[in-house]
């Protein structure tokens, strides 16, 4: 659910096929769908207008999902539905945590109602992060949100903090009287503290928490590849008869999206690794040296990739224009054309990057400056 990695204490990633702690690392997705029950996305195409559904849909960015039929189903109907969401406070917001929130975005555009879970408990497990702390970052946070679009209704964004909601707080502890520890060890490992046990369930308690308080109803959270097994508890623990009796919960569903991959090459987006990521607010300079730094997919010459073409599908440079930069179909589909066919050489598709993000930057910094206060008031005054 959230988009952070963890930092500390993390299991050996090594034997793992998926990683449920969240460090983005997701070696076999093949192996990935067929263990956790994955969907293809594109099983909801015959129900879901091409109109109506996201670009990431189209492109394979979000490429499975669990259960959203009962999501698409109140879409067209135009029934409630929740959207369930949240992030790990650790630091500015950055291009790779933009996934998730356009996806969450898309969804309230659709007619759902956001409930969004400012994990500042599991930020304390992960990171050792005081709740303070994790206050003054989230402001940051939602701010960016607001100005990616997500709606400032009250009464459509639900914002809270892990730590003060007595609900996900209640519902995580009574849930751990029904997961044996075998379970968590399967899913998280065993090298790992008590509390990231507690704050998985405190998470499977956060999507359930729009059903515990509205009653039954469907319910979407977007997640990364890497979170599939969070999905798989929640879902379980929603099956079994003592809540189904209590709650009747509709089992929740969840999209499965790509993760951005380091702009300079690297496996994942790491703040870490300074060169592999921006933030949306960072200084422009900076941005343009990491896209100057970027892997690409081009030749060893100018004239060879005239000769050849290039590889867009081994290019970070692309990556980024086919999840955020070119929302339109045909102007992808254009550039991949102009880059297979060797028309369109790298450097040259490198500014074009650069002059987008300056412009998306702008606009979006524009955005942040006026929702700020609001922010800072929505997140200090919940709960
Ligand atoms: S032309 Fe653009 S998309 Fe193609 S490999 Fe070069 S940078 Fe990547």
């Not at 702009?263 to 496996?267: E, L, N, Q, T, V």
């Given at each position: 659910m959230t988009n952070e990695p963890h930092t500390t204490d993390s299991p050996d990633q090594e034997n793992l096929v998926v990683d449920a702690l969240g460090?983005?690392?997701?070696?076999?997705y093949d192996r990935l769908i067929n263990e956790f029950g994955i969907e293809p996305i594109s099983n909801i195409f015959d129900k879901l207008d091409k109109n109506k559904r996201h670009y990431f849909m189209d492109r394979g960015i979000m490429f499975g999902h669990t259960g959203l039929q009962t999501v698409v189903d109140a879409i067209n109907k135009q029934k409630p539905f929740a959207v369930m969401t949240g992030i790990k406070p650790s630091g500015k917001y950055h291009i790779g945590s933009m996934t998730t929130a356009l996806e969450v975005i898309y969804f309230q555009q659709m007619g759902g109602d956001v409930s969004f879970a400012i994990a500042d408990i599991e930020s304390y497990v992960a990171s050792g992060l005081s709740f303070e702390k994790a206050t003054e970052i989230s402001v940051d946070n939602v701010a960016d949100l607001f100005a990616l679009g997500?709606?400032?209704d009250p009464d459509k964004t639900f914002i809270y903090r892990q730590s003060e909601d007595q609900i996900v707080q209640k519902y995580g502890h009574i849930f751990s009287s029904h997961v044996t520890m075998n379970t968590l060890k399967g899913i998280?490992?065993?090298?790992?503290?008590?509390g990231y046990y507690n704050a998985a369930l405190i998470q499977v308690a956060d999507i359930l928490r729009p059903q515990i308080i509205n009653g039954s109803l469907p319910t979407v959270t977007p997640i990364g590849a890497d979170q599939a097994p969070h999905g798989r508890l929640t879902r379980d623990i929603a099956r079994k008869q003592v809540f189904q009796e209590k709650f009747g919960f509709t089992l929740p569903s969840f999209t499965y999206h790509l993760m951005l991959q380091g702009?300079?090459?690297?496996?994942k987006m790491s703040k870490s690794m300074p060169m592999s990521v921006f933030t949306l607010d960072e200084d422009f300079k900076s941005i343009k040296k990491k896209i100057n730094n970027a892997l690409t997919g081009?030749?060893?010459t100018a004239q060879e990739q005239k000769e050849k073409g290039a590889e867009p599908d081994k290019c970070r440079v692309y990556d980024l224009f086919k999840f955020?930069?070119?929302?339109e179909d045909k102007q992808l589909l254009d550039r991949r054309e102009r880059c297979l066919s060797g028309e369109l050489l790298c450097g040259y598709c490198k500014k074009d990057l650069k002059d987008a993000i300056e412009e998306y930057q702008k606009e979006h910094l524009e955005k942040k400056k006026q929702v700020f206060e609001l922010a800072l008031k929505v997140v200090n005054s919940n709960n």
């Open positions: 460090t983005g690392v997701v070696k076999d997500l709606d400032t998280y490992g065993d090298k790992i503290r008590v702009i300079d090459g690297s496996g081009g030749r060893d955020v930069f070119d929302a």
